[in-house]
């Protein structure tokens, strides 16, 4: 498909998560050659460092792929860079090497908070951080998370679930508290998710809290006793329990004499249907519950960071409806203060609709968005192989004089070859260096030890140079 001579372009990805791997393919596919930017040293974004630690089959499908999409020759890979204002390279850097076009599937880096007082308080945390640091990413591996015995976590969706899972199978913790704006009905997390944590949820606790708010159930026509007749007797006896409070929107975090945790004082809410919907109302009857850390589990926000019109937690796009099938408007970014779509830069994945969906949507989101760039691709010139190979070069420079260690395909298969040695000496079925300064040390020496071979002509097959 490539460009209107024929001759194929030169497209930068921002971001190897599934949106921009997926992103990718799709633009190799149609002749393109694409540099894939990406602020962590691996490639997968929360494919690697969202998805649940022990969810191997699904982690080890997903890097299949990734492998092989990376492995074609026309995707350049290059690691630890960010992109953004005041980063390792900017988005007008970028523009004026003269990509054909620019596509972001950065997710959604940005933590979106409640705008509560006290919420900057120690122990307080959004779940995008807790995930990263159990999955191992740098920095979050690092940091110390105060997370106690009694954790509070606001929200009911799957990133819920698994940061209980976390809390309550890994951690130990005594007792965590969901926190919802509205009822059990209007849950957000899928009942087989659940099962992993189903064992510590307190019945009789969850019927008390069911009776406690029946009346404003029943207000919505919401069957109560069909509801209640889904839990069991169960009452075991536990050391540590799961349970629910319905109706409640945080209101306050109240902190220690330490500026730590203490409790969170919530406002009840009632019921309305409004259009089709259950919406929550607040009451402004409040109560407290006594805690030693609260997560958000609210869903995120992207990263403003990355240089383009941004309102409300997301980047703007084309006010315009455009036709076509996708339209091309929901994939670009627009300026509202000079009225125009910048031209050339294309939004997929999390980065255009934050917190979305499961690895698949992310896949279908970023297919369709690549739709939209090829089409304006084709409309282009392209390039010719040495000048796409001299703005490959001019990006190289340009990190290089900033002095930004990026590592490249090659070095991230060389550092999992250790990481899998690592995990077979250890009979785990993975092992993940958890800084960024031991993976930079593996792939330095390895690359050394490469080179050496190189010369001693051991080598099988060449070795890309990028
Ligand atoms: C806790 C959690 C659990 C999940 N579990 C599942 C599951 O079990 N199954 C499932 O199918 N889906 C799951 N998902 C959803 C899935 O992870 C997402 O749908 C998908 O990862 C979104 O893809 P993306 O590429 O848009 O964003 P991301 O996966 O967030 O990828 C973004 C990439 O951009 C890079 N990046 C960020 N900022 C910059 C920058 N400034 N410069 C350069 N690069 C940058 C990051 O390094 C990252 O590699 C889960 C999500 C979360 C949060």
Request: with cysteine.
């Amino acid at each position: 498909m490539a460009g209107i001579d024929g001759k194929p372009n030169l497209v930068v990805v921002i971001g190897a998560g599934p949106a921009g791997i997926y992103a990718a393919r799709k633009l190799a596919e149609a002749g393109h050659v694409v540099v894939l930017l990406n602020r962590d040293i691996k490639p997968g974004g929360l494919a690697e460092y969202g998805i649940f630690f022990d969810k191997e089959k699904m982690k080890e499908g997903l890097r299949k792929q990734f492998k092989k999409i990376l492995a074609d020759p026309k995707v350049f890979y290059f690691g630890h860079i960010d992109v953004g204002e005041g980063k390792d390279v900017t988005l007008n850097a970028l523009r004026e090497i003269g990509f054909g076009a620019i596509v972001v599937s950065a997710g959604a880096q940005g933590t979106k908070k409640l705008g509560i007082p006290g919420e900057d308080c120690i122990g307080v945390y959004h779940a995008k951080d807790v995930v990263y640091h159990y999955n191992k990413l740098p920095p979050f591996s690092q940091q110390r998370y105060e997370i106690g015995r009694k954790v509070a976590i606001i929200g009911m969706g799957n990133v819920m679930v698994d940061v209980a899972n976390w809390l309550l199978n890994y951690e130990k913790v005594s007792e965590v508290t969901v926190v919802a704006r509205r009822g059990p009905k209007e849950k957000a997390y899928d009942d087989k998710e659940f099962e992993v944590i189903e064992q510590y949820l307190d019945h009789e606790d969850m019927r008390r809290e069911i009776e406690r708010i029946r009346p404003k159930l029943e207000a919505v026509d919401q069957n109560v006793d069909e509801l209640l007749a889904s839990f069991g007797d169960k009452a075991e006896p536990s050391e540590q329990r799961l349970r629910f409070r319905y109706l409640c929107s945080p209101r306050q975090v109240i902190a220690d004499h330490q500026g730590r945790v203490a409790a969170l004082e919530v406002d009840a809410n009632d019921l309305v249907l409004e259009g089709g919907r259950t919406v929550a109302k607040g009451t402004g009857q409040v109560s407290r519950i006594d805690l030693d850390c609260v997560i958000y589990a609210i869903g995120d926000q992207v990263d403003s960071a990355i240089g383009l019109p941004f309102s409300r937690g997301a980047f703007v796009t084309n006010p315009e409806k455009l036709p076509g099938e996708p339209s091309p408007s929901f994939y670009q970014p627009y300026d509202p203060t000079t009225r125009k779509v910048l031209e050339g830069i294309y939004l997929v994945g999390w980065s255009r609709n934050a917190s979305v969906g499961l690895v698949g949507v992310a896949k279908q989101d970023a297919e369709r968005g690549i739709k939209v760039v090829n089409a304006y691709l084709a409309e282009k010139e392209g390039l010719s192989a040495t000048e796409i190979g001299r703005k490959i070069e001019a990006l190289r420079r340009r990190l290089e004089e900033k002095g930004v260690s990026f590592v490249t395909r090659e070095d991230v298969e060389l550092l999992e070859a250790v990481e899998k040695e690592e995990a077979r000496k250890r009979g785990t079925w993975e092992h993940k260096f958890a800084t960024d300064e031991e993976m930079l040390a593996i792939i330095a020496a390895k690359r050394g030890m490469r080179g050496e071979a190189l010369a001693a002509g051991v080598a099988n097959g060449p070795v890309k140079k990028h």
